[in-house]
């Protein structure tokens, strides 16, 4: 699905701008790969459905898609979330950068994993957490370091989509994620981008109560109530069970109160709506990935937004590290890597940032699947319970 609806049409937009040379795709069965065809410009497919089949599984195809990337190549991992780490430990076992969606991964010793392999080679992982580009949430963040909302008191987020998410969409994995796994990490990774601030316990509650009646033993819904380091309090609220019949796919926003202020905001009415014969009511997010008459190319579309701004900083990142250490010898070349990726680590989430979200969503499995234990987070975000 991101694949399709985000990742691939922000790159074939790079690739026509000329920023981004050839794209080649993998993907688990061939009949994606025939169907990518039909949408975007040419592309290498892994496999490739005219020699290998549209239905049979090829699960580690995708290591030799990496093998066969350029050395200045980035892999993009959008596998679901909990296949994002063999797909990542190969592209950095082969020297290969990373933009990876969201969440980095689903366990803490995976990201430790990961951050040591990407640490030891010099290379960039970044996650796609597209909410920090959102310009709503970079407002509550500027505006908090600023000092203007004063000390976090605390703060709830809500994120939640229907039931075809679980029952058709995510039909292959959804009982190994859930809503708050999946998108609730986002809001997680939205308190700690905008405060800084670290979690210090949390405990997590779900219900199990439409969704087995449909034949998934997955939660319909997953809320967690997280402390962090400063005693503030958020709590997220997450659902895969609301209605199709919704005004947008997600409902989302935040709230945040301060000893100084607060920030309140509908993530999902931007305050702007179309009424169509076609689609009925729809709320319009203009801000998130949405299409536009292009500048440059007309009569076509520019794709525009934070989910565009979030992998394109990934792609520009990997061009520059590229250009950095263009003509370098290996050891010259890794000493600048890891110069320039400390220094992006300040803003961005790569794995040492990444942690913290990862962290949240194996604490929250652990609290949800065992009665709504307390969970701690130690500094290292190694986790036990209370
Ligand atoms: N940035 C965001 O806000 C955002 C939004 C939606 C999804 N996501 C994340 O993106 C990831 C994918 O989500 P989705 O909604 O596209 O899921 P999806 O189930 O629609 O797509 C997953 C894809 O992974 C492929 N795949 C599975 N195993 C593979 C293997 N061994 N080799 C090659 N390909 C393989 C499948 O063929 C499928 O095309 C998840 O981690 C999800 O959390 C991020």
Redesign the pocket.
Known sequence: ???REVVLPTLFQEQRYGRVGGISI????GD?IRDLQGMFPAFKGYPDPDTQGTTEKH?D??KQAIRDLPETGVVLV????H??TPVIMAALEAGRHCIV??PLCLKVDEARKIIALAEEKGLYVLT?Y?KRHDRSIRAARYRFRKGELGGMLHGHAWIEEPKYMALE??K??AEKSSSFE?IGV?YADAYYFVTGLRPKRLVAYGQKKYLPTQGKNAYDAVQATIEWEDGSVFWIQTSWVNNAKNSAMTNQGMMLLGTMGEYWADHKNRNTHFVTDAKGYEDFNPNFFKQYDSWDFPGEADNVGYGYDSIVQGVNDVRRLNLATQGLDPAAALAERKRLIEEMSQTRALPRQALVGVAVNNAVRMSVDNGSKFVLFDEDMDLRFE
């Open positions: 699905m991101i694949s993998s993907s688990l069965t994606i699960p195809l995708f959008a596998t679901p979330d296949l994002h969606e969201k796609d597209h969409v995510f292959d994995w999946y986002h």
